[in-house]
């Protein structure tokens, strides 16, 4: 562990509260350390998805069940959630919606590989919401974005990519590298650290500078969610709307994050007009289900390709996807989870955590900032970024760790990855006081001046 000194945090303070969250965590969790055990027996790693083993704690946390803001572990322990399935369950843990929409389709055939009565109203539904007519529908985000990739690629002709520096849109080949650190104009990428059995080389994939014959498109989210937050500069987002226009590159908007900033999303709220748009998580109120919409111009492409190919297999889609459950709670979710309500609801406990979180870090003389979109916060240790690579610099993991595990121990979750904090719309204001609460006390314990 790395508790090296850094301003405002006494570095013996931390590993000493570290140490002792570890050692409540394990008295306080005997069933869950007895499951991590007996899972371990059949599963690799423990888990049956490895990210389950991302978090703090010193073995997994086995969850029984999980209702509006709060969950329950088999310990008995409750939680408010933060992390809210690192956003599958923006709207709450089973919101009744959904839980409604599972109850009446899943006794009507879950699926058939037929398109299901109520495909036609949702189309129109995700066209009037967020104002692109053509959609398609896949299971995961990371699926919407690899099918993006690929129709952009095929409409276009050109073979590259353009990514920004520490993004993530998924397990997609061309998203998984970095900028080559001596970045110049010719802009080199090199593959992602630690990507397992990979057998081609994606900095071939991916450029790093946009070229008018290269780049068939250009992938971003409107606000990076997953190196920190980096909110865009003023004006950065329209220009790179204008440029890849001019160049005749396709702009991929992928807001499965920044769904949280408004209803219909970032890319919507600031009319940026994207040409493939995509979002997967939270989308159907946290059933396995993500859109992709484009516009006219780009179905017009498509059914070009299509009809260019001459058959055989299109190299995408999944068997399952838009499967009628899935189609039922998108459904659920457009009418019922995404509304002006909910979205307000949100964003005023968002933006009272947020004014809480600065009052806290200034009591404390630390210079860290809040990063804001929507529902969806973080914290970093340092100033706002204004890059992946800067944000990453002044991320400290064992910081993040320890604090986590003193807030987990008290019942309040947060993300494993950095310091994300979703606001649903059942989140209260006397949830996030008791975040701050904590937090505050977390802070006071390992700050430089105790
Ligand atoms: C912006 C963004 N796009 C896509 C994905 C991939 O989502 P999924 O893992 O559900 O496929 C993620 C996951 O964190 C994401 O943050």
Redesign the pocket.
């Known amino acids: 562990m790395n508790y090296a000194r850094r301003p405002g945090i006494d570095s013996e303070a931390l590993a000493r509260l570290a140490a002792r969250e570890r050692e409540t965590f394990t008295a306080t969790h005997a069933e869950s350390a007895r499951l991590a055990k007996l899972s371990a027996q059949h599963w690799l790693n423990g888990v049956p998805m490895h990210w389950m083993r991302d978090w703090s704690t010193p073995h997994p946390l086995f969850v029984r069940k999980a209702r509006g803001v709060e969950l329950e572990d088999v310990d008995g322990n409750t939680y408010i959630d933060f992390c809210f399935g690192?956003t599958g369950a923006m709207f709450g843990h089973s919101p009744p919606a959904i839980a409604r929409a599972l109850a009446e389709t899943g006794s009507m055939g879950i699926t058939s590989m037929l398109p299901a009565e109520r495909v036609a109203r949702v189309g129109e539904k995700l066209a009037k919401l967020f104002g692109l007519p053509f959609w398609q529908m896949t299971q995961?985000?990371?699926d919407a974005?690899r099918a993006a990739l690929r129709w952009a690629r095929a409409i276009t002709g050109r073979q590259r990519m353009l990514v920004f520096d520490g993004c993530?849109?998924?397990t997609v080949d061309e998203t998984l590298v970095r900028a080559l650190p001596d970045m110049n104009d010719k802009g080199g990428t090199r593959a992602r650290a630690g990507l397992i059995g990979m057998n081609h080389d994606v900095s071939v994939t991916t450029d790093a500078v946009l070229s008018r014959s290269r780049t068939a498109a250009v992938i971003a989210?409107p606000v990076m969610?997953?190196i920190g937050m980096v909110l865009p500069e003023e004006g950065f987002l329209h220009k790179l709307r204008e440029i890849t226009r001019r160049l005749h590159v396709l702009l991929i908007i992928?807001e499965?994050?920044t769904l949280s900033t408004a209803r219909g999303g970032y890319a919507r709220a600031q009319n940026l007009e994207p040409d493939i748009w995509v979002c997967?998580?939270a989308i159907a109120g946290g059933m396995p289900c993500a859109v992709f919409g484009f516009t006219a111009e780009v179905e017009a492409g498509m059914r070009r390709v299509q009809e260019d190919r001459g058959g055989g297999h299109s190299g995408m889609g999944t068997t399952l996807a838009a499967n009628a459950l899935a189609l039922a709670c998108l459904e659920a979710s457009l009418d019922e989870l995404m509304t002006p309500a909910n979205y307000q609801a949100m964003h005023e406990c968002a933006a009272y955590l947020s004014e809480g979180l600065g009052h806290v870090f200034a009591t404390e003389t630390l210079s860290w900032h809040v990063a804001r979109v929507g529902a969806r916060l973080e914290f970093g240790f340092g100033k706002a970024a204004r890059n992946g690579a800067e944000s990453e610099r002044a991320a400290w993991p064992e910081l993040e760790h320890a604090i986590h595990l003193y807030l987990l121990n008290r019942g309040v979750l947060l993300t494993p990855f950095h310091n994300m904090m979703l606001c649903s719309p059942v989140t209260t204001t006397a949830h996030a006081d008791t975040l701050l609460r904590h937090l505050h006390a977390c802070l006071r314990e390992v700050g430089s001046a105790s």
């Open positions: 690192d995961t985000a990371t974005n993530y849109h998924g989210e969610t997953n992928d499965t994050h997967g998580k």
